[in-house]
């Protein structure tokens, strides 16, 4: 039978992209929805992932698993502490949104733009650049972004400024960069970085799609 695939969100445009990746790149695989959309507000009130965010992350993967789930794939970026914690807690494989990406942009090599809409991933991803880095050892030129308004855009249902806007600091940070697009939701707009760029993009959930399917399939 094919993998089930537990999809836990924390924001409802994270939604669409995935599936899309998972149309393109493991469509045989059967898709189940958590979506919890208090957690970005949480974690912004909280300061920060904290002890009852990380029980709430291992409650969700829990449930996932009970639910039965092959694999969980969280998919907002901004809450790396919390799914560690929630992969610890489980026996199957569990991926952060960003993890494949983060080491498919430093392996490749040279700097690195990374853009978000929502502030707190650039926080947390930082570190995971970093300590990429140390693993792969390699070089790390990472420059980093929020771009301001392009969520409030999308979450307004004008799509078109949340592109546009994604596209414009592509342009303004990228600088013959590498642009890695942060969160699920900036996929969207990843042709329209590649046209106004002429670089190479990468994306989240393409990404995670194709190594997290590596993992099962290999097991």
Known sequence: MPARIALVHAMRASMAPIETAFARAWPEARL????????PADLERAGGVDAAMERRFVALTRYAVDAGADGVLFTCSAFGRAIEA???AVPLPVMKPNEAMVAAAVARGG?????ATFAPTLDSMRPEFEAEAARQG?????RTAHVAGALAALQAGDAERHDALIAEAAVRHGGGALVALAQFSLARAAERVRAATGGTVLTTPDTAVLELRRRLLAG
Request: net charge negative.
């Open 32 to 39: 189940a929805h958590l979506l919890d959309d208090a957690l």
């Open 86 to 88: 929630a992969r610890d």
């Open 111 to 115: 700097p690195i733009a990374l853009l």
């Open 138 to 142: 390699r070089p790390l030129d990472l």
